[in-house]
């Protein structure tokens, strides 16, 4: 159980930190992927600071929290990116859905339970 938790975290850490260092480098065509119009050089610097951190935040969390003892990082990478789950069912609320928004939302509630599965499958166990 702890290797399949250990692959499956270490596998959401690798697409968060690719994708942030995606935002950092290559902002435009994460703007297109993302269905997003940055303008100017502002909303370049929104995309790699804002989108790119958040996604590498993510990463560098769950990759942390592989370490041995460092689980509850597991629980604040999970929490992140609910927070931006979140952000998408008030959106569902006020302006609908589609499958373009529901299928991002799917997948954010899929690294969610990775997350928390991982964090309760590889925490330390206590000592007697």
Known sequence: MKIAARIL???????????????????QAMAAEFAVTPIDLPGLSTMRGDLG???????????????????????????????????????????????TTFVPFAIELVFIAILAFGARVLRESPTA
Do not use: E, K, M, Q
């Not at 850490?13 to 260092?21: I, K, Q, Y």
């Not at 929290?65 to 931006?84: D, F, K, N, P, Q």
């Open 9 to 27: 975290v270490g596998l959401v850490a690798l697409f968060f930190v690719a994708w942030g260092l995606r935002f950092y480098f290559t902002p």
């Open 53 to 99: 951190g958040l996604f590498v935040a993510v990463g560098v969390f769950a990759a942390l929290g592989l370490r041995s003892g460092h689980a509850r990082r597991l629980y604040t990478a999970a929490t992140i990116v609910g927070a931006v789950a979140f952000g998408r069912a008030i959106g569902f609320v006020l302006d609908g859905t589609a499958p």
